[in-house]
Each structure stands twice: as structure tokens, then as C-alpha cells.
């Protein structure tokens, strides 16, 4: 596991616990002690955490700084590849938008369209869409997961039993032939798979630093996605795999505002 991985983990433990243990840490992810110490020595110079005997707290005033900061990650390229999935809503569809970045330039890209029905687990994305008045919006209820403002959990799982659309849009973590497409929070990563399977047409959008990564949950195997939406710096040979195995890929070139020396 990446130590950008674990980072993620150990911030899930201290979004539920707001402090945790090295000692736990190190049982609960197989690691050692020094390497959980790296990782929250690593943190802690970020601001993120505060390290005290034993472990670590959370630092509230800088929790958002890493965030924040990754959600400008690839800009262009997530805004290109959000564009192009815009091209496949038809007016009149009924499709879920899944958490993210890259979702979240999706929904801007749509409002062009009629007469639609979206369904999303995340409060951003439906905050962007709720003042279009030919939009109907619906939001899957659950539990907060407050560094993406994203809802996820049992209330979550039991809204979607019941909820079918045309076509859904999924952001992803990591990119992995062998691993599938794989988010790290568990609860996030559940809301996916499950509209995933209640999706009649499933469309991935992911840049290219998600090819070759893997994250903890896997969301889909790489031949249950239908259309995958990338950019042109992606690894061509994995692109080429993936389309040996029927799905559809798209590959788009991101729009720059400078040339490159």
C-alpha cells in the first residue's frame, strides 16, 4: 500500500475517532510502528495532524489544507474529460453523478440539457444543479463524509434498492488492469458499486495519474464499465487492453492556456 494510501486511512480514523494510535495503526494496516510514524510525521508537517504520545490528533485549524489542494490536481484534464461525458446525456435522461472533482466540472457541463433527472450522493454536485429549473435533483440521504461533502452509509444503501437510471457517471481513485477501478473510502466506494449496478449504462471518467494506482475498495473490474472517459497522457497500452476487453474509450486532449517549453 502507497503511503498516500495509508494517509487516507489513518484520515479516516481520525475523521471517527479524532485521535488515533501507532500501535493500532500499525496492527490494523500490517505495517511497523516506524512506518506509521513516518506517515504521521509526514501529516503532521503538512498541518494536518498533531502528534502526541503514542499517536496522533487531529489539527483542525489546517484539516482541509491537503484537499483543498488536491482538488486542482489535473485541472485541464478533468475539465476535458467532464466535457466530453456531457456529450452523451440526452435530453431527458434519467443518470446519477457520482462524488469527485472531475464530477463535480461534469455537472457544469450539462446545463444545457432538458428535462433531466439526476440522482447524486454529493451536496456540492447537487447544490451546482438544484437552480435549474428543468433539472428534477435528487439527493441520496446518509451519512456526511465531510472532506468531500459526500453521503455514503446504511440510509444511503437502502435509498438506492429502489433507484434505476439510464446512464451513471463515476469519478475513481486508482486504475488498476488486475486491481479494477478502486476508491479508498470504504462507504463512498459502496454508493458507487451499488449504482453501478443499477446503471444501465456505466461511463468512468478518470485522468491519467489514476492509471496504475490502486486504492483500498474496488468499485468495478475493468470489464463492467461500459465507456471509460480519459485524456490522451494516459498509458496507451493500458487503454488498448481495455478496450480489448468491449468497453468503449474515449480519449480527449486537454485544453491549455500556455505552451508547454
Do not use: C, W
Not at 30 to 38: A, L, S
Not at 72 to 96: C, M, P, Q, S
Not at 158 to 182: H, N, S, W
Amino acid at each position: 500500500m502507497l503511503s498516500q494510501d495509508r494517509q487516507e486511512i489513518i484520515m479516516q480514523y481520525l475523521q471517527t475517532n479524532k485521535s488515533v494510535r501507532i500501535a493500532d495503526l500499525s496492527n490494523d494496516l500490517g505495517v511497523t510502528r516506524e512506518t506509521i510514524r513516518k506517515d504521521l510525521y509526514e501529516m503532521e508537517q503538512e498541518g494536518i495532524v498533531r502528534k502526541v504520545h503514542g499517536g496522533a490528533i487531529l489539527n483542525k485549524a489546517n484539516l482541509e489544507t491537503k484537499y483543498v489542494t488536491r482538488k486542482t490536481v489535473n485541472e485541464e484534464e478533468k475539465k476535458a474529460i467532464a466535457k466530453k461525458a456531457a456529450e452523451l446525456v440526452e435530453d431527458g435522461d434519467t443518470i446519477y453523478i457520482d462524488y469527485g472533482t472531475t464530477a463535480l466540472y461534469f455537472s457544469r457541463e450539462i446545463n444545457n440539457k432538458k428535462d433531466l433527472t439526476i440522482i447524486t450522493n454529493s451536496l456540492p454536485i447537487a447544490q451546482e444543479l438544484i437552480d435549474y429549473s428543468h433539472f428534477d435533483v435528487i439527493i441520496i440521504g446518509g451519512n456526511v463524509r465531510k472532506n468531500e461533502n459526500s453521503l455514503f452509509g446504511p440510509i444511503a444503501y437502502r435509498g438506492i434498492e429502489k433507484l434505476f437510471v439510464d446512464k451513471g457517471f463515476f469519478g475513481i481513485g486508482g486504475l488498476d488492469l488486475q486491481a479494477g477501478y478502486t476508491n479508498m473510502h470504504m462507504g463512498e466506494s459502496e454508493v458507487s458499486r451499488l449504482m453501478m449496478k443499477h446503471s444501465q449504462l456505466k461511463i468512468m471518467m478518470a485522468d491519467f495519474s489514476k492509471f496504475h494506482s490502486t486504492s483500498m475498495n474496488q468499485v468495478a473490474a475493468i470489464d463492467e464499465v461500459d465507456i471509460l472517459i480519459t485524456d490522451t497522457t494516459s498509458d496507451a497500452e493500458a487503454v488498448e487492453t481495455i478496450k480489448s476487453l468491449q468497453t468503449k474509450v474515449y480519449t480527449v486532449e486537454a485544453e491549455r492556456s500556455y505552451k508547454d517549453e
